[in-house]
């Protein structure tokens, strides 16, 4: 059995995509928050419909997106933090990294870091410089 329905899914993927029409529709909103969480866009239906989520889903349900994106906003400063360090230490020894994804692909993509689940880092190195990063 899953812990939400194909009409939670639904309304979890609208307002990710910033869509929050019909949320007076909603009957389960505890199933959309963790349709939400489960696939990975409940800091990104935060980000872009955070209002309106505040003006339809009860207090608590409010209170979840809320925390869910505040934890994973705290998450993606650390690994800002640890990128940096590590981008620093690569610079001193003459290697010039390329970061491809991370926390600023999704400012790029997003307008907010915090709205990258993963926090994984992806970096190219130049071949002539790999042989230093090892």
Do not use: Q
């Not at 029409?21 to 489960?38: F, K, Q, S």
């Not at 640890?82 to 290697?95: C, E, K, M, Q």
């Amino acid at each position: 059995m899953t812990a939400f329905g194909r009409d939670e899914l639904l309304h979890a993927v609208r307002l990710a995509l910033g869509r929050d029409d019909g949320l007076d529709t909603v009957r389960d909103w505890e199933g959309v928050l963790r349709a939400a969480i489960a696939e990975r866009c409940a800091t990104l239906a935060w980000l872009r419909c955070g209002t309106a989520i505040a003006a339809a889903a009860p207090s608590g349900i409010t209170a979840g997106f809320r925390t869910h994106f505040a934890t994973n906003a705290a998450r993606m400063r650390l690994a800002l933090l640890a990128s940096d360090a590590a981008t620093s230490a690569l610079r001193g020894a003459n290697v010039s990294p390329i970061m491809l994804k991370g926390p600023a692909l999704a400012v790029r993509l997003y307008g907010d870091a915090a709205a990258r689940v993963c926090s994984d880092l992806d970096w190219f190195v130049p071949a002539p410089m790999r042989e230093k990063v090892h």
